[in-house]
């Protein structure tokens, strides 16, 4: 898994970035080699100003489903990821299982008999 992070108005320390990987690791270990990229983009909306302002996007690209994109808001940079990485899990396990269910047939889609 690659992961990448990159920040706007938002100051990264050592500590942040452990959190990122340790919470990544342990949320999409499960799904193994599907998960090829992570790109994580923290941004702080409206500068010094505070308030509700701290912003998390995480991009996954799945093997076999395509990209799974999560947006968060919050009050600090370590509460926003990890709502984001909780979310990011659950969307990333439902994708692969309707990637994995087999197709059925519609009674809207089925042809009208003669």
Do not use: W
């Amino acid at each position: 898994m690659k992961l990448s992070i990159r920040t706007r108005s938002v100051e990264i320390n050592d500590d942040l970035r452990d959190l990122i990987c340790k919470r990544l690791g342990f949320a999409l270990d499960v799904f193994g080699n599907n998960i090829s990229t992570v790109s994580v983009y923290l941004s702080d909306v409206n500068g010094p100003r505070g308030g509700v302002d701290k912003r998390c996007q995480i991009t996954v690209a799945v093997r076999g489903v395509g990209d799974v994109l999560v947006r968060e808001r919050g009050f600090t940079p370590e509460a926003v990821v990890t709502v984001a990485i909780r979310r990011l899990k659950h969307l990333v396990s439902k994708a692969l299982r309707q990637a994995q269910r087999p197709a059925t047939e519609s009674i809207r889609r089925m042809p009208i008999a003669a």
